[in-house]
C-alpha cells in the first residue's frame, strides 16, 4: 500500500493528466476498420489527429519519423498525421480514425503531444476500449439523432484513455507534463534537450524561462525533481551514448559535441553517469545503458522515445 508521502508526491502528476484529459474533445471526421492481407500494405492520407487500433494480427506503419510496429490490442495517436502506410506483417484488422478539436481550448494540446504517441498492450491496460471501438464504428456514420455526438464522446474517451496509458507506462517525455504545469520551465527544458552542447548556465535558463535566477532554480527542481545543472549533465550524457555508437566520431568529437571543455571533463561526466569512461562502454558495443550510483553527473533520465 503507498505511503501518505509517496501519494503526496503523485498526486501532482495525477493533478497535472487529469487537466489535460479535461482539455481533450475531439469531433470525429473519419473512422474505419480495415482488413489488410499479410505481405500487403494501405496508404494512410495525412490529417490533423489520426489514430490507429489493432483488433487483430501485427502491423508497421511506415511514413512516421521511424517505423512503428503494432500488434493485437496496440493502439497509436499521431498528432500531426503526415502520409503513412499500414503494412501488415500478418493478417490483420484495423480501426483507424481522423480526429480534430471540437473547441479552441482542445488545440493547444494536439501541439503538446508527440508527434506519435504509442499504448502497447492498451486493451489490456484499459480493457473497457475493445468494445467501445466496435461501438464507435456502429455510431459513425449512423443515422439516427445524436449519432454524431455520440461518436465524438466515444473517441474522445478511447483518445483519453490512450493518453493516461503512456503517461502511467512512464513514456511521456520529461518535459510533457511539466509544459502543463509550467510552460516557462518547460521552455528551458526543451532548450537544454534540443541543444545539449550550448555552453547553458543557471542564468541563461533563467532567462529562456523569464524567470530570476532564484525562482528558476527553486521553480526547476520542485517541477523536474533535479537542479538544472545535473539535469543538463543527464541530458548530455543521453546523447553521449547516442553519438558514441557512431564510430566515425572520435570521444574528443563527441566531448565537443556536447559542451565539455576536454575530454577528461567528458570522461569523467560519462563514468560518474554509466560506471565506465566512454571508450570502455564502446568496446562493449555501446550498450545496454546503465545508471550509476548518485553523484554529481546525476542519475540517467529517460528518454523521449515513443511507446510504440
Known amino acids: 500500500m503507498p505511503t501518505a508521502a509517496a501519494e503526496r508526491a503523485a498526486r501532482p502528476v495525477v493533478d497535472d493528466l487529469e487537466r489535460v484529459l479535461l482539455r481533450l474533445e475531439w469531433t470525429v471526421r473519419e473512422f474505419g476498420r480495415a482488413d489488410i492481407v499479410a505481405g500487403s500494405s494501405r496508404p494512410i492520407g495525412e490529417g490533423a489527429v489520426r489514430f490507429h487500433y489493432v483488433v487483430s494480427g501485427a502491423i508497421e506503419i511506415s511514413g512516421c519519423a521511424a517505423p512503428v510496429r503494432l500488434s493485437a490490442g496496440d493502439f497509436l495517436m499521431l498528432p500531426r498525421a503526415g502520409a503513412h502506410r499500414l503494412g501488415a506483417t500478418e493478417d490483420a484488422v484495423v480501426a483507424s480514425g481522423l480526429l480534430e478539436a471540437r473547441s479552441p481550448s482542445g488545440l493547444p494540446f494536439a501541439f503538446d503531444l508527440p508527434d506519435s504517441l504509442g ?5 489490456v491496460r484499459e480493457p473497457s476500449m475493445g468494445p467501445l471501438v466496435d461501438t464507435l464504428g456502429l455510431e459513425f456514420g449512423g443515422m439516427r439523432t445524436g449519432n454524431c455526438l455520440m461518436a465524438s464522446r466515444i473517441a474522445t474517451v478511447i483518445a483519453s484513455a490512450a493518453v493516461r496509458s503512456w503517461v502511467e507506462s512512464g513514456c511521456a517525455p520529461d518535459q510533457w507534463l511539466v509544459s502543463v504545469r509550467d510552460p516557462h520551465i518547460a521552455r528551458a527544458v526543451a532548450a537544454m534537450r534540443e541543444a545539449p552542447g550550448e555552453s547553458w548556465t543557471v542564468d541563461r535558463l533563467a532567462r529562456v524561462a523569464r524567470a530570476s535566477r532564484t525562482v528558476f532554480a527553486e521553480r526547476f527542481r520542485e517541477l523536474v525533481g533535479d537542479s ?3 539535469y543538463l549533465t543527464a541530458v548530455r550524457m ?12 572520435s570521444v574528443a568529437d563527441v566531448a565537443a559535441r556536447l559542451g565539455y571543455s576536454s575530454d577528461a571533463a567528458f570522461s569523467r561526466a560519462f563514468r560518474r553517469h554509466t560506471g565506465e569512461s566512454p571508450a570502455a562502454w564502446r568496446r562493449e558495443g555501446a550498450g545496454p545503458r546503465r545508471s ?3 553523484g554529481d553527473g546525476g542519475q540517467a533520465r529517460p528518454s523521449a522515445v515513443p511507446a510504440a
Not at 119 to 123: A, D, I, P
Open 119 to 123: 499504448s502497447c498492450g492498451f486493451v
Open 228 to 230: 538544472p545543472n545535473r
Open 238 to 249: 543521453e546523447h553521449a551514448m547516442l553519438l558514441l555508437r557512431d564510430r566515425r566520431l
Open 292 to 294: 550509476a550510483p548518485d
